[in-house]
């Protein structure tokens, strides 16, 4: 045998080689579809046609979706269902079960909604354990998860958390209750005061926790924004940070600031979502 052909028949071994592994399970592996990869394919699915999600669901065993409900008076409770993968999108419909987990369209919804977390800080969510993500500066134990699982060659949900505030009551005064000024309409001069306490380094608005303006709920709307001054009036204090409504308006909406300079974060009253 020639040198030459003695190299072609190594190349060919080399390519059959290279084939059969790339048909392997091992191959898919290397190919970026671990955990990290299937968790951005599932974010970009949310965002776009419902019907691409059924590609991240088993096709055997069901799925949990566990619910964390916690009162204004700090009662809680845990609420688990099973889905099978062939049950999941229709679960998603009104009025199925699911539909305000994952509430698709910008003006509904429920800020603690799973679609709304993922929207708000999409790449930022942390891998623990090796395949449940949490929220960002979320405790690995949060009860706001995406967990997957391996099925066959490919990763899929295991369980889907997430973590509620049961509706306000009237009495009593919850820590984000709205305190109305006793002599509100107080002009906004921006940038605030050195000494001016804003949201930014708070708990309770890292984790959006929703404010009690009178008889109504309001949740964080969007991404905090720069608001004119001449457009808001301040109405009063959550946990000591400012208030502002806009001008000659109620309390379905309220401005709370961010940082000194001008950035509040919207809180709006959501009337519906569609869902049950």
């Known amino acids: 045998m020639n040198p030459l052909t003695a190299h072609c028949m190594a190349l060919r071994r080399i390519l059959l080689v290279a084939l059969m592994l790339l048909g392997s399970p091992l191959a898919g592996q290397t190919q970026g579809a671990g955990p990290r990869a299937r968790m951005r394919e599932f974010v970009e699915a949310l965002q776009g046609d419902r019907a691409q ?12 979706w566990i619910v964390t409900t916690r009162s204004l008076s700090g009662r809680v409770t845990v609420e688990r269902r099973e889905f099978l993968g062939s049950e999941t999108l229709a679960a998603m419909e009104h009025p199925g079960p ?14 603690e909604s799973l679609m709304h977390r993922l929207r708000m800080d999409p790449l930022r969510w942390r891998l623990v354990d090796g395949r449940r993500f949490v929220p960002p500066r979320a405790s690995p134990r949060s009860a706001t998860f995406v967990e997957w699982r391996r ?27 709205l305190v109305r000024d006793s002599t509100p ?7 605030l005061p050195a000494d001016a306490a804003v949201a930014a380094g708070t708990r309770w608005f890292a984790e959006y926790a929703p404010i009690i303006a009178g008889n109504m709920m309001l949740t964080a709307y969007g991404l905090p924004r720069a608001v004119p001054a001449e457009f808001l009036t301040r109405i009063g204090t959550v946990n000591g940070v400012a208030a502002y409504v806009e001008t000659g308006a109620g309390l ?24 049950p």
């Open 252 to 275: 379905e909406v309220v401005y709370i600031p961010v940082t000194r300079d001008g950035s509040f974060q919207m809180y709006q009253f959501m009337t519906s979502s569609g869902c």
């Open 185 to 191: 309409g107080e002009a906004v001069t921006l940038p």
């Open 98 to 111: 699911l539909c305000e987990t994952f509430a698709f369209g910008g003006d509904v919804g429920s800020v």
């Open 53 to 64: 999600l059924e590609d991240f669901f088993p096709r055997r065993d069901p799925w949990a």
């Open 151 to 177: 099925e066959d060659r490919r990763w899929v949900v295991s369980a889907i958390g997430e973590e509620r505030t049961a509706a306000p009551r009237l009495l009593g005064r919850p820590v984000n209750r």
